[in-house]
């Protein structure tokens, strides 16, 4: 049993403060995000060039320790000596909430083991920003952050999300957006899904519609900058036992032949990824009847 009182608490320690920075628009930095950087002692940056920059647009001078996922091991005894020397440090990402996407997690939870304060400000979080304006349920929602890489491990994963009924927050990279929605769509079935790219910025944009429709507009329009996918969970209507037949598998053979494939290997895929008979795919795509 821990309490931790953040301002009323007395300790002879500093506090670790976890400091939003913007997502793409500066103006969205908070007053009390400025103030707290140029207070502290050391600001433990993911990227001390990106962060520079951002400390040089706000005046901010206060010294950057480079503190990232390939040094984070080595620097996390250090960086917990200066706190408990009195130091306070602020600990940044390249853009939103600290302790999403990078190694501020393991510092927290080594904080916290020595009784080290660690106070969070609030601000931008992509995830939370693009979920309420994307017109899919709000909540219940999960935020899983980067998806796995490999198409078989992230169909695994998908398999393994598919009866979710909440709302699903995922980021990805704008080169891997259609595979990975291919993947969704021989798993999840055609659901709603929101497309959300340049979040804050001037090409901010939303492309809303089911998995089928926004794939369809991808091989029209291809996607550029940072995005991230907001997915309807589960409404019900998708088992075990109808998923497959809520995918149109002629559609689905028939938009990966159009994006360059070979019929008889957009057939062997989408007999995979469905688990079905390849023969069977076969035949639906070619008009056949068994």
């Known amino acids: 049993m821990q309490v931790q009182k953040s301002f009323k608490g007395s300790t002879s320690f500093g506090s670790l403060y976890l400091v939003p920075t913007p997502i793409g628009n500066l103006q969205d930095m908070t007053f009390r995000s ?11 940056a993911e990227d ?5 920059l ?7 001078d206060t010294k950057q320790i480079s503190f990232h996922e390939h040094n984070a091991y080595e620097k996390i005894p250090s960086l917990i000596d200066l706190l408990k020397d009195g130091k306070s440090l602020a600990q940044v990402s390249d853009a ?3 302790s999403i996407s990078d190694p501020g997690h393991d510092l927290v ?7 080290i304060p660690v106070i969070a400000l609030p601000g931008a979080s992509a995830g939370i920003t693009a979920l309420i304006a994307s017109g899919i349920a709000p909540q219940p929602h999960i935020f899983y952050g980067f998806l796995p890489r490999k198409a078989g491990q992230q169909k695994d994963f998908f398999d393994s999300k598919k009866a979710y009924t909440e709302t699903q927050i995922f ?16 798993i999840y079935g055609d659901r709603q899904v929101v497309l959300v790219r340049e979040l804050t910025k001037l090409y901010e944009e939303y492309q809303r519609g089911r998995i089928s429709e926004i794939l369809d507009y991808l091989a029209e329009v291809p996607l550029k900058g940072e995005c991230l ?4 969970g589960n409404d019900g209507s998708i088992t075990e036992e109808n998923l497959t037949s809520d995918v149109d598998v002629k559609q689905v053979v028939q938009k990966l032949i159009d994006q360059g494939m070979k019929p ?3 057939i062997k895929k989408v007999a995979k990824n469905l688990s079905l008979s390849r023969q069977d795919v076969y035949n639906d795509y070619h008009g056949i009847n068994s």
């Open 264 to 266: 008889n290997h957009a």
């Open 229 to 232: 996918l907001i997915v309807a």
């Open 34 to 44: 400025v103030q707290t950087l140029k207070n502290v002692d050391f600001i433990c």
């Open 171 to 186: 980021y990805e990279s704008p080169y891997r957006v259609a595979d990975t929605l291919e993947n969704m769509l021989s």
């Open 54 to 60: 951002l400390l040089k647009h706000f005046e901010i």
């Open 48 to 52: 001390t060039r990106n962060t520079g």
């Open 96 to 98: 939103g909430m600290p």
């Open 109 to 115: 939870k080594a904080a916290i083991a020595e009784d």
